[in-house]
T-cell receptor, first 113, second 111 residues
Framework: EAQVTQNPRYLITVTGKKLTVTCSQNMNHEYMSWYRQDPGLGLRQIYYSMNVEVTDKGDVPEGYKVSRKEKRNFPLILESPSPNQTSLYFC????????????FGDGTRLSIL | GESVGLHLPTLSVQEGDNSIINCAYSNSASDYFIWYKQESGKGPQFIIDIRSNMDKRQGQRVTVLLNKTVKHLSLQIAATQPGDSAVYFCAENTGGFKTIFGAGTRLFVKA
């Protein structure tokens, strides 16, 4: 089954404790992206990747890092999480870019205390 | 499920009626537009898309209209069903890179 898989689905942690949210897709897609979703704000793009070793900032990259060492995986790293990063996070992928339909994972709810 | 849109614009329609959801986009250089549907506890799902060289595109029960003059996008759902109840997002993309989402509209379908 074609899918984007995020882990964990839920996480409660404390300020400053490094965490990684994993994202994996099994569709051999070149483009992958991370979004955060906050009430009333829609989805805001954090980072995107056009291909292996090619990443770029979205609209809200501050406090986040990503890596794309292999095509299927695109982890989101919070080196020193803060309460304002409490949010619902989505990973997405598409075959060739943001100008094609993106397939989304089911989301990761992060709570930073 | 996840509560992701506590203060969204809301559209309430009777089952069987047509629904029209509107969206204003921000960048006149955007060349790709897409509508997503998000149900509670799930990620957004693709509904329909349109490129800037078109002004209308039809799918199954859905139609997207693009007015580049006023930077406006709309989604029309024919014969709305209870299963159409969800949050709907428009999104724009320029050159295949960044994607910008609208804030979303919640659609309620009354049986």
């Amino acid at each position: 089954e074609a899918q984007v898989t995020q882990n964990p689905r839920y996480l409660i942690t404390v300020t400053g404790k490094k965490l990684t949210v994993t994202c994996s897709q099994n569709m051999n897609h070149e483009y992958m992206s991370w979004y955060r979703q906050d009430p009333g704000l829609g989805l805001r793009q954090i980072y995107y990747s056009m291909n292996v070793e090619v990443t770029d900032k979205g609209d809200v990259p501050e406090g986040y890092k990503v890596s794309r060492k292999e095509k299927r995986n695109f982890p989101l790293i919070l080196e020193s999480p803060s309460p304002n990063q409490t949010s619902l996070y989505f990973c997405a992928s598409s075959p060739g870019g943001g100008n094609q339909p993106q397939h989304f994972g089911d989301g990761t709810r992060l709570s930073i205390l | 499920g996840e509560s992701v849109g506590l203060h969204l614009p809301t559209l309430s329609v009777q089952e069987g009626d047509n629904s029209i959801i509107n969206c204003a986009y921000s960048n006149s250089a955007s060349d790709y537009f897409i509508w997503y549907k998000q149900e509670s506890g799930k990620g957004p799902q693709f509904i329909i898309d349109i490129r800037s060289n078109m002004d209308k595109r039809q799918g199954q029960r859905v139609t997207v209209l693009l007015n580049k003059t006023v930077k406006h996008l709309s989604l029309q759902i024919a014969a709305t069903q209870p299963g159409d109840s969800a949050v709907y997002f428009c999104a724009e993309n320029t050159g295949g890179f960044k994607t910008i989402f609208g804030a979303g509209t919640r659609l309620f379908v009354k049986a």
